[in-house]
C-alpha cells in the first residue's frame, strides 16, 4: 500500500502530502453543536474509512467538505490553499465530489448512458451549443473502458441495476477530475459480487491518485479495503490512523467510547405465550429470511443498521408490503397479509418510520386522527357521534400526556414528538396484540423521547407484545427484553437482556461473527 | 396583519364576490331579483351541480373525473333511446342509465387502481371512448320523438311524460329538478362531513398511506368515490333528456368545465380548501347567476366562457395562493 512510504515521513511533511485538510471545523445546529473542533486529513490515492454511530457527525462534516453545509469555524485546505466553498457547485469546481446513497438522484434516467457521463460537458455553461452523439458516444465509451466496466453507452440509464448506475455515476465524476470523492453507504444496496466490482474501481481511482472517503457500517469492508480510517464520536474525531492499528473490536469500542450511560425506564413485565411467531420472512435482496418470536409482555427489538432491512421486516408485518416468502403466525395461526387492514384485523397494529407521510393525517385535526382505525366503534349507523369522538379523543390526549392547545387542532402545528404520540395513540383502544414500532424516537426531542419508552413500557406491562425496530443501538439495548440484531436481511444473533452489550450488538450488526468473538 | 387579511378573503372572499354579483345584477336589472328568475336560476344549474357533486367526490379522495361529461351525454342519448327506440317502461328508463354511470365509474377505478394510470389520463381515455360510445351508438343523430330512421321508417316511441317532469314538471310552484338537487345536496353533505365512509373518503384523500396504513380499505373507497361520480353525472344526463325532451349527442360536453369550476370554487367557499359540497352548490349558483345575468344584459353568448373562465382563474388564484402559503 502507497501510505507506508507516507507514515515514515515526517509530520510536517505528511501535512503537505494532504490532499485536503480540514482543521478545528466546529458546527452548530440552532446552537446545538454537531461538530466541535474536527481534524481531518486526507491523502492522495488512498482510501480512508469514516466510521461512527448514529449522530456522530460523520455526515455533517462530509456534508461541510462536499459543500452542502457552511461550517462556523475552522480551516480547510485544498493542496496547502484554504477554501471557503458554499455551494456543492463550488465543490464541484474545485474537484470535490459526492456519490449519495441514492445514485438516482444524480442521474437523468431517460437519457443513455453516455450522455449521463457527459451530463456535465452538456450542462456547461461555456459548452458548445452543438452535440456529437457519436463523439460523446466515444468519449464515455473511453472513460468507462478505463474504469474496466462493461456498459453499452446507447442503453438507457433507466434500465440499469443501481450498481450499474453508480459505475455510470463515478465516470461522470471521473472525467470532471475529481480529487476527492465521497462515498456515503456505497455498498448498502448493492450484493456481494456488485460490492466486489465496485472496490475494484475504488482501487482503480486511488491508483490516478484520488483521495476517496469512505462512510459506512460495515467493519469487514474497512478492514479489507481502507488504508486509513478516523473514528468519531459526539461530534468530535477520536481515533485516526492506519486501518491495521486497530482490530474490529477496538474500533467498535472507540465508536462507543467509555461515557456512555443512558438511562431509559425500564418496567418489568409478566411474559407470558407467544402471539407472534415469524419464520423465514423474505423479500428482494434486503431481506433474507428473518425468524423472531414475540411474547405478550415482552419487548422485543429488533436491532440493525441503516440497510440492515429492518423498515422492510416492519412494513410486512404490518401488511403494507407482501413476503417473497416466509409465514406469520398469529397465536398459532397462519396468517396471509392482503393488506394493512388484514394484518389490525390480526391484532398486528403499526406505528410506521415516516411519521409525517404514514403515521398522521397532517392537515386533519388531532381528534381524527386519533378516532381514524375507530371509525365503526364512535358511530352509531355509519353516522359519527361527536361525542364518542371527543371523548376518545381525550382519553387518549390525557393518559399518553399529549400537549396540544385543543383536540380540535390540525396536528401539523403540534411538536414532532407530540404528533408521534398521536400516530401511537390511535392503537390504544384498538386492543391490538402486537404493537410494531419503526424508529419511533426519529425526530422526537429528549422529553418526549422518553415519554414514548414509558408509554411502550405500560403496553408491555399492559400485557401486549412489542415489536421495537430501531437503528438506534443504545435504545434496543435500553428497551428490549431480548436483542435481536438484524445484519444484511438476517438476524445475526438473539441476545436476553442479561446477556446484551453495546459492543455486542455493534460488532454483530456490524458483520461480526460468532466464532470471531 | 397581512396574513389575518389573506385568512379573511379566503375565507369569505367567494361568498362576498357571490353577493356581490347577484347585488350588482339585482341594481342594474329589475326582473333579476324575482322568486321565478331566482328559481330559474336554481334549475338552470340543476344539471350542472350533480355533475359539479361527482367530480367533488372524485377530487376528495385527491383524484379528478375527467369522464363526467361523456357520462352525461351517453346516459341522455341511451335514456332518450329506451323510450324513443324500445318503449321501455319508466323505471327501465332511470335505472339502466344509472347503472352505466356506475360502470364507466368502475372502469375509471379499474384503470386507476389496478392498472395504475394517473387519475387525470385515465378519465381522459375515458372521456373519449365514452364520447365515441354515445356518439356511435346514437349513430350521429339526435333522438327524438317519433324520429325518421335514414330507410324512412319512423321510431314508434315518445319521451315519457312522467319522465319529462324530472326536468320540466313543478311541485307547489318548485321546478322538481331544484328540489332534487336540494335534496341531493343535503344528502351528499350529510354523508360527507358526518358519515364514516364520508371521513374515510377525505382521509384517504388527504393521506392515502397514512388511511390505508390505519386499516382504511383505500381501493374500495377510491373504486366508490368514482362509482358515485359516475351515478352523478347519470343523474345529471336524466335530467338533461328530460329538460330538453330528446337525446342529444355531446350533450354533456360543454358541462366537465362548468362542474370544475364550481368545485374548484367551492374550495375557497368558508376557507373549506377542501372539495366540499355545499361550496361546489354555492360555486355552481355564482356560475348561473353569472350566465343569467349576462344573458339578461344582452351579452353575447360567446362571451359567456370569458367570465365563467375568469371566475374559475380567481377562484383558484385564492384557493391554490392561501393554502401553498400556509405550506410549512
Known amino acids: 500500500m502507497g501510505t507506508s512510504a507516507t507514515s515514515a515521513t515526517s509530520a510536517t511533511k505528511a501535512e503537505q502530502q494532504y490532499v485536503l485538510e480540514m482543521k478545528g471545523i466546529t458546527k452548530s445546529f440552532a446552537g446545538v453543536p454537531a461538530l466541535r473542533g474536527v481534524d481531518f486529513g486526507l491523502k492522495g490515492g488512498e482510501v480512508h474509512a469514516l466510521l461512527g454511530a448514529n449522530g456522530a457527525g460523520k455526515s455533517t462534516l462530509m456534508k461541510i467538505l462536499a459543500g452542502a453545509y457552511e461550517y462556523d469555524e475552522g480551516e480547510m485546505l485544498l493542496d496547502g490553499r484554504p477554501v471557503k466553498h458554499k455551494s456543492p457547485a463550488d465543490a464541484k469546481r474545485l474537484g470535490i465530489h459526492c456519490v449519495y446513497q441514492e445514485v438516482d438522484a444524480s442521474l437523468v434516467p431517460q437519457l443513455t448512458v453516455a450522455e449521463n457521463v457527459m451530463l456535465d460537458a452538456i450542462g456547461a455553461a461555456d459548452g458548445k451549443a452543438w452535440i456529437s452523439p457519436r463523439r460523446q458516444a466515444q468519449e464515455a465509451g473511453q472513460i468507462l473502458a478505463s474504469l474496466q466496466v462493461d456498459i453499452p453507452v446507447q442503453r438507457k440509464v433507466a434500465d440499469l441495476t443501481i450498481a450499474e448506475k453508480q459505475m455510470v455515476l463515478l465516470a461522470r465524476i471521473v472525467r470532471q477530475e475529481a480529487k476527492v470523492i465521497i462515498f456515503d453507504e456505497p455498498t448498502a444496496p448493492l450484493s456481494g459480487s456488485e460490492a466486489d466490482t465496485f472496490f475494484r474501481i475504488l482501487s482503480e481511482l486511488k491508483q490516478r491518485g484520488t483521495a476517496c472517503v469512505f462512510i459506512t457500517h460495515r467493519l469487514p469492508e474497512v478492514m479489507e479495503h481502507a488504508d486509513d480510517v478516523t473514528v468519531m464520536r459526539d461530534g468530535t474525531k ?57 411474547r405478550s409482555g415482552q419487548i422485543v427489538a429488533v436491532v440493525g443498521l441503516v440497510g440492515a432491512g429492518k423498515t422492510e421486516i416492519a412494513r410486512m408485518l404490518a401488511g403494507a408490503e407482501r413476503p417473497d416468502g416466509g409465514e406469520i403466525y398469529m397465536r398459532g395461526h397462519s396468517m396471509l397479509f392482503k393488506q394493512p387492514a388484514d394484518a389490525i384485523a390480526s391484532g398486528i397494529v403499526s406505528v410506521p418510520e415516516e411519521r409525517r407521510k404514514q403515521g398522521i393525517v397532517i392537515e386533519e385535526t388531532v381528534e381524527r386522527n386519533i378516532s381514524l382505525p375507530l371509525l365503526n366503534r364512535i358511530s352509531r349507523f355509519s353516522f359519527i357521534s361527536g361525542s364518542r369522538e371527543r371523548g376518545l379523543a381525550e382519553r387518549t390526549i390525557a393518559s399518553l400526556g399529549i400537549k396540544t392547545a385543543s383536540a380540535k387542532l390540525p396536528v401539523k402545528y403540534l411538536s414532532g414528538g407530540n404528533q408521534q404520540k398521536v400516530a401511537i395513540g390511535k392503537w390504544l383502544e384498538k386492543e391490538a396484540d402486537v404493537l410494531l414500532f419503526d424508529e419511533p424516537t426519529k425526530g422526537v426531542d429528549i422529553g418526549a423521547k422518553s415519554d414514548i419508552f414509558r408509554i411502550i413500557g405500560q403496553l408491555a406491562t399492559a400485557g401486549k407484545g412489542v415489536l421495537y425496530l430501531t437503528s438506534e443501538l443504545d435504545e434496543g439495548l435500553g428497551i428490549g427484553d431480548v436483542i435481536a440484531v438484524l445484519y444484511d436481511g438476517s438476524i445475526a444473533a438473539v441476545l436476553p437482556r442479561s446477556e446484551a452489550t453495546l459492543e455486542k450488538i455493534l460488532y454483530f450488526a456490524s458483520g461480526g461473527r460468532e466464532e470471531n468473538l | 396583519m397581512k396574513d389575518r387579511l389573506m385568512n379573511v378573503t379566503f375565507r369569505y372572499g367567494t361568498i362576498t364576490v357571490v353577493l356581490a354579483v347577484i347585488a350588482f345584477f339585482s341594481i342594474r336589472l329589475p326582473y333579476f331579483f324575482t322568486y321565478s328568475n331566482l328559481s330559474d336560476i336554481l334549475n338552470s344549474i340543476a344539471i350542472v351541480t350533480f355533475v359539479a357533486i361527482g367530480v367533488t367526490l372524485s377530487l376528495a379522495v385527491d383524484g379528478f373525473d375527467l369522464s363526467v361529461g361523456s357520462t352525461v351525454s351517453l346516459t341522455t342519448v341511451v335514456s332518450a333511446s329506451l323510450m324513443i327506440w324500445y318503449q321501455m317502461p319508466l323505471y327501465v328508463v332511470i335505472i339502466f342509465p344509472l347503472l352505466l354511470g356506475a360502470l364507466v365509474g368502475l372502469l375509471n377505478a379499474f384503470l386507476i387502481i389496478k392498472m395504475r394510470i394517473p387519475d387525470l389520463l385515465a378519465t381522459l381515455a375515458m372521456m373519449y371512448i365514452v364520447a365515441g360510445i354515445q356518439k356511435t351508438y346514437a349513430q350521429g343523430y339526435t333522438i327524438y320523438n317519433n324520429m325518421q330512421f335514414p330507410d324512412g321508417s319512423k321510431a314508434a316511441g315518445k319521451m315519457d311524460k312522467t319522465f319529462l317532469l324530472l326536468g320540466q314538471g313543478e311541485l307547489l310552484g318548485v321546478p322538481v329538478s331544484v328540489i332534487l338537487l336540494i335534496f341531493f345536496v343535503i344528502v351528499v353533505h350529510l354523508f360527507l362531513t358526518r358519515t364514516k365512509y364520508g371521513r374515510q373518503i377525505y382521509i384517504t384523500g388527504g393521506n392515502e398511506e397514512a388511511a390505508r396504513l390505519s386499516g382504511i380499505k383505500v381501493k374500495k373507497v377510491r373504486m366508490f368515490a368514482y362509482m358515485a361520480s359516475g351515478v352523478f353525472a347519470a343523474i345529471g344526463g336524466l335530467l338533461f333528456a328530460s329538460r330538453v325532451g330528446s337525446g342529444q349527442i355531446d350533450a354533456g360536453a360543454p358541462l366537465l368545465m362548468e362542474a370544475v369550476a364550481a368545485t374548484f370554487v367551492g374550495f375557497s367557499v368558508f376557507g373549506a380548501g377542501k372539495p366540499n359540497i355545499i361550496g361546489t352548490f354555492i360555486g355552481s349558483v355564482l356560475i348561473g347567476v353569472l350566465v343569467n345575468g349576462l344573458t339578461m344584459m344582452n351579452v353575447q353568448y360567446f362571451a359567456h366562457d370569458i367570465v365563467k373562465g375568469s371566475v374559475l382563474v380567481l377562484a383558484l388564484s385564492i384557493t391554490f395562493y392561501v393554502l401553498n402559503r400556509s405550506k410549512t
Open chain 1, 238 to 294: 477520536v481515533h485516526s490512523g492506519p486501518v491495521d492499528a486497530l482490530s474490529m473490536e477496538e474500533l467498535v469500542a472507540q465508536m462507543l467510547g467509555k461515557t456512555f450511560a443512558e438511562e431509559f425506564p425500564k418496567v418489568a413485565a409478566e411474559i407470558g405465550e407467544v402471539v407472534l411467531n415469524v419464520k423465514g420472512l423474505c423479500q428482494g435482496r434486503k431481506v433474507k429470511g428473518v425468524d423472531l418470536t414475540v
